[in-house]
């Protein structure tokens, strides 16, 4: 599967979420998205990547947006060689506009469309979306990966590969880049999500 569909399905399947919730309390959203901004980068630091990826971290960009219902934080740690930089980001329910397990529902619609899919609507419009998850997955399944958060999932691509990591009401994406063979991607993507997983408690 593509990262470049997998990021815009997440993003239209987001908008399609903010559609059905009010658009109150923004500033509380702002304030909250601006408290998330380090969450991603709090996650990692920059000795673990360089342990890893074998190559020093010269800058580390923090980004944060809400919408959707959804609050996310990302953060790029960048490497001389840009095909060894990190991208770490993490997604959760913004507790300004209910309900609170939004991300939850949207990690259920990417990896698990059959078992929501009777709740979507039955528009025709709508079942062309339905079918997009479908066809992504007939171009590359995501692999079920053990032993990480409640699930995890590898989404590989072409040029890049994440690793997708669910924990209650969040999920954790990680991407090494384009560096080296996909299973040798796969395992440092594990390894940074092991550490990632166990500082999660302090930015829920």
């Known amino acids: 599967m593509s990262l470049q569909c997998v990021a815009l399905l997440f993003a239209s399947m987001a908008g399609r979420v903010a559609g059905q919730n009010s658009k109150n309390a923004t500033g509380v959203a702002n304030t909250n998205a601006m408290k998330a901004s380090a969450g991603a980068c709090a996650l990692l630091t920059a000795a673990e990547i ?5 190559e020093r971290v010269a800058e580390t960009k923090a980004t944060a947006r809400p919408g959707g219902g959804l609050l996310t ?5 960048r490497t001389p060689s840009l095909s060894k930089s990190v991208s770490v980001s993490l997604t959760t329910s913004d ?4 309900p609170t397990s939004v991300a939850r529902q949207l990690w259920q619609k990417q990896f698990h469309p059959v078992e929501t899919e ?3 609507e039955s528009t025709a419009g709508e079942k062309g979306k339905k079918l997009e998850p479908e066809r992504e997955r007939e171009s590359g399944k995501p692999r079920v990966v053990r032993g990480l958060g409640e699930e995890a999932f590898w989404v590989a691509g072409p040029v890049a590969s994440a690793l997708y990591v669910l924990r209650g009401d969040m999920f954790l994406r990680i991407s090494v880049g384009s560096a ?3 299973d040798e991607r796969m395992e440092k993507s594990e390894s940074l999500a092991r550490t990632a997983i166990k500082r999660l408690r302090a930015v829920e």
């Open 95 to 98: 507790p300004a506009h209910p």
């Open 180 to 182: 080296g063979q996909e």
């Open 73 to 77: 934080s990302q953060c790029m740690f």
């Open 50 to 54: 360089e342990a890893i990826q074998g």
């Open 118 to 120: 009777s709740e979507e």
